[in-house]
């Protein structure tokens, strides 16, 4: 239904306004396949009427107005004449001229702009050479023709469509997008050579150590997996064997290649072995099928998280703006772009700052996100971190201070999927205020041109330990030597407290300088671990120190690299 607003019993809409009426007429009756000079049963009235009929055509009304009514019969010729004067053009098909590589099994999918006379379509489709295949449409206006049961490999095809083909209006097609009707589409492929080989894992998480206990599963296959491949082949063990519940689990098609997912039921247990099992039968569109298992071992990291002090929940995203609103994002999609406050994955709370993204080049991409008053990261914190929830994209996060690219960060490279604490010691910013005022994607090349990251808790001075002892108190102080040792780039510094203290741990060099803070908390007695990263020191000897009310040890530790 269509409402003119306005008395229409002795004079007419503006002639704008009737312009504009005829488009809008004319849009749907193509969306709709509806002729606007014919008429139909309506059931609800129980009457035969025009496809564009007034108000009064079917109920006890005046509307829409006597002479608004009887100028009817204008506006259904002037919406069939806007019809007629804009030939049918294809609008989009999942293949371009002269394309290369094209896969055997997959539909050759076709958009018409327009609302197609599908029997005429039908006998102005050839393929040569001739090949097998279903024709199939989805309303009048989406085409798909499926081959069966394979295109030929390794072959050379043209696509046409003559111009029999017309609209349900009787527009011949225009084939070459000219405006002009009259003239064939024509389009020329190739399809790929023979693949007999099975599918296989191309990247996946999680695997290999240190896997956060909130982990969640995501695994791309090479190509697109047959129709039910999966069922019953997907497992998670634990270090027994023994399989672990999981929820969530739905398979995906994109880019030509399978992505499978999954959810512990409940968080991992930390410090244990898991791992994931695609048993052998797993096969592609064309059959070929895995002959072995593919398995993916995987340890958690050994130790709980104990929150520090929150800046920032993201349980609304109020104070960042959107980066489509930001000049330092670029080559962003504009539609599939954005910052919002999101229920669809949350750690604690009820909500998470969701940024998606979606590039429109090959590299150089950058969705950034900024605050205007920023968070100040202080010289007493020991670290900052943020709670991601990456996507295995392989791009890069970066945290940005004091709105200078000379201060930013990087945090790390999203080669995860699911929960991770990011963290960083605080005296690594070299900024002199420490404000934290932007987080931002930076695009890299070959990896996932969209995704979606979802943000929570970024907060001072958290802190990831390993409780060795949770049932015997520790009975003294202890610093025990980090191992490896020596180590490149990271190794584990452990000590135990016998009651709760204020805890120091500092590293420095030679020189008594202090490089890195990594704890600076109040602690429960109980045995601690915590991992000092050197990647970014010199090779040499260094000395990590443990300072608290009544106790005080030192030892050195060699980054050779």
């Given at each position: ?523 429960n007695a109980g045995t601690y671990s915590l991992k000092f990263d050197g990647k970014g020191f010199a090779s040499g000897v260094y000395i990590y120190t443990i300072i608290t009310e009544r106790f005080n040890s030192s030892r050195k530790m060699l980054i050779l690299k």
């Open positions: 239904g269509t409402c003119m607003m306005g008395t229409y019993s002795s004079g007419l809409p503006t002639v704008s306004a009737l312009e504009s009426l005829t488009k809008l007429l004319a849009w749907k009756s193509n969306q709709r396949g509806i002729d606007p000079t014919d008429l139909s049963y309506h059931p609800s009235s129980g009457k035969v009427l025009r496809h564009i009929s007034g108000h009064r055509s079917g109920c006890a009304t005046e509307c829409p107005g006597t002479a608004l009514y009887n100028h009817l019969p204008n506006i259904r010729n002037d919406v069939m004449n806007l019809l007629l004067s804009i030939p049918p053009q294809i609008s989009h098909i999942n293949l371009v001229d002269g394309q290369n590589n094209f896969l055997a099994y997959k539909p050759i999918k076709i958009d018409f702009s327009q609302a197609m006379d599908t029997a005429a379509v039908r006998t102005a489709l050839y393929l040569s050479p001739v090949n097998d295949y279903d024709i199939s449409w989805q309303g009048v206006n989406y085409l798909e023709l499926r081959p069966v049961p394979y295109w030929q490999f390794s072959t050379n095809y043209t696509l046409t469509i003559d111009t029999s083909a017309r609209n349900i209006f009787g527009q011949q097609i225009d084939g070459n997008g000219d405006g002009v009707p009259g003239d064939p589409f024509t389009l020329n492929f190739s399809t790929t050579e023979p693949d007999n080989q099975a599918p296989f894992v191309e990247k996946g998480y999680p695997s290999g150590n240190g896997v956060n206990v909130f982990t969640e599963m995501k695994f791309v296959f090479n190509e697109v997996l047959g129709e039910n491949a999966l069922i019953g082949k997907v497992k998670l063990l634990n270090e027994s064997g023994g399989n672990v519940s999981y929820n969530n689990a739905k398979i995906e098609t994109s880019d030509d290649k399978s992505i499978v997912y999954f959810k512990p039921v409940t968080p991992l247990n930390a410090g244990s072995n898991y791992s994931v099992k695609y048993a052998a039968g797993i096969f592609d569109m064309f059959g070929n099928s895995t002959t072995t298992d593919i398995l993916i071992p995987f340890r958690t990291q050994s130790g709980h998280y104990v929150s520090g002090t929150i800046l920032d929940e993201f349980e609304n995203v109020d104070n960042w703006n959107q980066p489509l609103d930001n000049p330092a994002s670029v080559n962003i999609d504009s539609i599939s772009t954005y910052f919002t406050a999101s229920i669809e994955r949350k750690r604690s709370g009820n909500y998470s700052g969701k940024l998606a993204y979606s590039f429109t080049e090959e590299s150089n991409g950058l969705v950034y996100i900024s605050n205007s008053t920023g968070y100040i990261v202080s010289d007493t914190s020991s670290n900052y971190g943020i709670w991601v929830f990456g996507d295995l994209s392989g791009n890069e996060i970066y945290f940005s201070f004091d709105n200078s690219n000379s201060y930013d960060q990087l945090i790390d490279v999203i080669d995860w999927y699911g929960w991770e604490y990011l963290s960083r010691p605080s005296n690594s910013i070299s900024s002199p205020n420490k404000i934290l005022t932007g987080i931002y994607i930076k695009q890299k090349e070959n990896a996932d041109k969209s995704g979606a990251i979802y943000l929570e808790d970024f907060q001072l001075s958290a802190v990831t330990t390993s409780v060795k002892e949770l049932n015997n108190v520790p009975k003294e102080f202890t610093l025990r030597q980090n191992y490896p040792n020596p180590f490149n780039p990271a190794t584990n510094i452990e000590f135990s407290i016998p009651v709760r203290q204020n805890v120091k741990l500092a590293v420095y060099d030679l020189l008594g300088n202090q490089v890195e803070l990594l704890l600076n908390n109040s602690l």
